[in-house]
T-cell receptor, first 114, second 115 residues
């Protein structure tokens, strides 16, 4: 079974809409992340939660709001979608250990804003 | 900003040949990781090398780390068509000093293996 799962896999929507992407991990990890990968394949971290607490919040428009109902889930809600939000969004998880931080990635959600 | 920069950006080799990718980074690190991304998929962790290690092997993969030059290399020996993917190096971000969780990915090398 997939260790880190995301839904939906594809999302096509109009500019101005509000949408959510869901992520779940069954690895028992305590830290989860959202990344954005643009068309040039640059992968940039957006948010990180550790045990439901926000620990990383990069310079991301406040239209993006992460929500972690429990440590196995980290959802991403995006308000007022813009053309520049089109990208692939990856969820990841890891177990917080000193000196080691291998991350396990979900399959990605390809968001297309028209 | 990008911490790691991979070189080359793209590499095309014949099946059976060895592929070498390089990564340079800017700040002091306690470990460096390599990930693979197949087209349309998420990243998969390949190997982690600590700052006190100079070389590490995993199957057909060999990773080196030179902390004095702030560089790492990933060597894939006897390449196969299935090795076609993008390869990224990743280093801890500054915040990792506190949380040990943030990593920053390089720009990636696109590797194509010709049959």
């Amino acid at each position: 079974d997939t260790a880190v799962s995301q839904t939906p896999k594809y999302l096509v929507t109009q500019m101005g809409n509000d949408k959510s992407i869901k992520c779940e991990q069954n690895l028992g990890h305590d830290t989860m992340y959202w990344y954005k990968q643009d068309s040039k394949k640059f992968l940039k971290i957006m948010f990180s939660y550790n045990n439901k607490e926000l620990i990383i919040n990069e310079t991301v428009p406040n239209r993006f709001s992460p929500k972690s109902p429990d440590k196995a889930h980290l959802n991403l809600h995006i308000n007022s979608l813009e053309l520049g939000d089109s990208a692939v969004y990856f969820c990841a998880s890891s177990h917080k250990r000193e000196g080691r931080n291998e991350q396990f990635f979900g399959p990605g959600t390809r968001l297309t804003v028209l | 900003s990008q911490q790691g920069e991979e070189d080359p950006q793209a590499l095309s080799i014949q099946e059976g040949e060895n592929a070498t990718m390089n990564c340079s980074y800017k700040t002091s690190i306690n470990n460096l990781q390599w990930y693979r991304q197949n087209s349309g998929r998420g990243l998969v962790h390949l190997i982690l090398i600590r700052s006190n290690e100079r070389e590490k092997h995993s199957g057909r993969l060999r990773v080196t780390l030179d902390t004095s030059k702030k560089s790492s290399s990933l060597l894939i020996t006897a390449s196969r068509a299935a090795d076609t993917a993008s390869y990224f190096c990743a280093t801890p971000g500054v915040q990792a000093l506190r949380s040990a969780s943030k990593i920053i990915f390089g720009s990636g090398t696109r590797l194509s293996i010709r049959p």
